[in-house]
């Protein structure tokens, strides 16, 4: 077994589950006792990133955070604080909507810090990319809240390419992180490198080239869905999620781990140093992700494969 130090940008936790339900107006003590049981299993687990959206949870998940910071002095600089914008969820009549206009990427960043009760987010994400998005707008919003100090690094979501490489050119800072979803069951970005040349391939929709472009321009791969819903880890729904579930397990048990870990790994094995999100608000699922935080990924080649393929349910092309 080999065992290093924790690694706090090798795992995120995923704040979207806390903060009670989506539709009540507020919070109580229950979900305020529920966000610190999840915080305080992330940080055992060696998880000092903390990923948040300001939708999340209609904006409670980033309040309820605010109010486990204010009760842990010294917190705040043990961690780093993650949280994007840019989408706008349904109200009354209106439907749900894109919106990376500069005046209300700077609100909602001010909203963010108002909630999350900190004068500085460590690293902003674009959630979705907005098609009417004027590039030079947002730049402009991003380096002033980055001339303001209110924001310390940028990054993109669920972003192809090609949109990052377009936006990029009008910033004076790197974008450091693509977070997009990426898990042994939802495979599209992993599919789209060996279709190529086949009649399947016209059926994988993942801009083909993002991981390739990611990896060499430094921007950091962050998958969210990692833990693929416990798809692999308890929760199988098909035979064929069954199978391979089986082997996760027989391979948790070889390597002295969980099966959580396994899954994990899985992501972190590729080359292109995917981080991977855990999402879940259960402490015990959290602590069980931790050999994925202070452990190297110890996937052989034929096992990251025997995984893939049983996931796949069928051959490689």
Not at 92 to 118: H, K, M, N, Q
């Amino acid at each position: 077994m080999t065992t290093t130090r924790p690694d706090g940008e090798r795992l995120l936790y995923g704040c979207m589950g806390l903060g009670g339900d989506w539709d009540s107006e507020g919070y109580g003590p229950a979900d305020i006792a529920a966000a610190e049981a999840a915080v305080g299993a992330a940080l055992d687990a060696g998880i000092t990133v903390f990923d948040h959206a300001d939708i999340y949870r209609r904006g409670k998940a980033e309040a309820v955070f605010g109010e486990v910071l204010s009760r842990a002095p010294g917190l705040r600089e043990r961690i780093t604080v993650q949280t994007k914008c840019g989408i706008r969820l349904a109200e009354g009549d209106r439907p749900g909507i894109y919106d990376l206009r500069g005046s209300s990427i700077v609100r909602r960043v001010e909203e963010s810090l108002t909630r999350l009760r900190t004068d500085v987010i460590d690293v902003l994400l674009l959630h979705r990319p907005d098609p009417l998005a004027d590039p030079a707008d947002v730049a402009e919003a991003l380096m002033s809240l980055h001339r303001q100090g209110l924001v310390r690094a940028f990054g993109v979501s669920n972003t192809g390419a090609a949109q990052i490489e377009d936006l990029q050119a009008y910033l004076d800072v790197p974008l450091v992180a693509n977070q997009l979803e990426m898990s042994l069951a939802q495979r599209d970005w992993l599919e789209a490198g060996v279709l190529v040349n086949t009649p399947a391939a016209a059926g994988n929709g993942f801009p083909f080239g993002t991981v390739e472009y990611c990896r060499r321009n430094g921007v950091r791969l962050q998958a969210w869905g990692a833990l693929a819903q416990g798809r692999f880890t308890g929760r199988q729904q098909s035979e064929q999620e069954r199978r391979t579930a089986r082997l996760v397990a027989e391979l948790a048990e070889a390597k002295g781990t969980t099966p959580e870990t396994v899954v994990l790994w899985w992501l972190q094995r590729h080359p292109a140093r995917i981080a991977p999100v855990v999402g879940s608000a259960n402490p015990d699922r959290i602590r069980a992700c931790r050999d994925a935080a202070v452990r190297e990924p110890e996937l052989g080649h034929e096992e990251w494969y025997a995984l893939w393929l049983a996931a796949r349910g069928e051959p490689l092309p």
